[in-house]
């Protein structure tokens, strides 16, 4: 990693400003010794942003599953993987703490036949159904220790709902990947262990809007009115002059356009401080940050927090 490659400034310099205490970083390449995220991570040290704990687990984009997914009639090709990639690893999810990791279950080999009332079924031939996951990145819950209280991160980055056929596969791929999740809150566990307890926090990219895009909106309005979750509503001015307060992704108009792609949903129960997506707009002298001559350097992706109030034990 170069310390002169513009994108990376771009990030390390978002990262800095904003200065979360656990950030998910989504579309970083994974390798087996976890060196880019090392270098980042110094990078940040740089700038005076600590990141003692770091998670980078393998990822399912770019995992071969050995058969012709797109119906090309070539193998091991980037459609054939897992999840989309031309190699493993590839766009892969990283999460950066400063509070110790207690614990992970990882859950992105999670295969999608299994997830109960899901979709697989109806877009799936019997062949892919024995071996297509469900998650197109990764799905892990993370436990983090922040003082006596531990937070379970419920993490994903969802599949876009396009570049398919009137079948809808990654459409349907798209919702079973937040379903899976509201599933788990709602009693079902994946892995027969006791049922999600609070207080946790869902996050990632769900690559799904409440209005626009192609998204099937089922599990997306289950999530935004699930009674143990809240939805902080972050907003930018920037989102605001392009689109809305509440878009989180700088797309082409007028398809997609700017969407809200980028979610963090907290359990009902912590009270939230604040809460904002990093999109400065046109004149603040913060929108040099975000890098390129179009603002999207870092990436088309904002960067999305929520400043949540811990309970101290006995407070409640």
């Given at each position: 990693m170069r310390g002169d490659d513009p994108q990376i400034t771009a990030v390390v310099n978002i990262i800095a400003h904003?200065?979360?205490d656990i950030l998910l970083l989504q579309?970083?390449?994974?390798?087996?010794?976890?060196?880019?995220?090392?270098?980042?991570v110094e990078h940040l040290s740089g700038t005076g942003a600590i990141y003692p704990y770091r998670l980078a687990l393998p990822p399912n984009s770019g995992v071969p599953t050995g058969l012709d997914l797109d119906g090309d009639g070539r193998l091991g090709m980037p459609r054939d993987a897992q999840g989309y990639g031309g190699f493993r690893g590839q766009d892969g999810m990283a999460l950066l703490s400063r509070f110790p990791i207690a614990a992970v279950r990882d859950y992105s080999g999670f295969l999608w036949r299994d997830l109960p009332n899901g979709q697989a079924e109806a877009v799936l031939s019997p062949e892919v159904l024995r071996v297509q996951r469900l998650s197109s990145v990764a799905a892990w819950d993370v436990t983090v220790a922040i003082g006596a209280q531990d937070v379970?991160?419920?993490?994903?980055?969802?599949?876009p709902p396009v570049f398919d056929g009137p079948e809808d596969r990654n459409g349907r791929r798209n919702e079973d990947e937040l379903w899976f999740w509201l599933r788990h809150l709602d009693g079902w566990s994946p892995d027969g262990l006791l049922p999600l307890a609070p207080p946790f926090v869902l996050m990632g990219v769900l690559n799904a809007?409440?209005?626009l895009g192609e998204a099937r909106r089922g599990a997306l309005t289950a999530a935004l009115s699930h009674p143990m979750l809240q939805d902080p509503l972050p907003t930018s001015p920037g989102g605001a002059a392009a689109g809305l307060p509440t878009d989180t992704a700088d797309w082409p108009e007028p398809d997609p356009g700017n969407l809200r792609a980028d979610y963090i949903l907290p359990w009902s129960g912590f009270a939230v401080a604040g809460a904002g997506v990093f999109w400065p707009g046109q004149g603040d002298p913060d929108r040099a940050l975000l890098g390129g001559s179009d603002g999207n350097g870092a990436s088309r992706h904002r960067l999305v927090w929520v400043d949540l109030v811990l309970e101290r034990p006995g407070e409640r």
């Open positions: 904003v200065d979360p579309g970083i390449d994974h390798d087996l010794h976890g060196l880019a995220l090392a270098e980042l379970h991160l419920l993490t994903l980055h969802a599949t809007d409440p209005v």
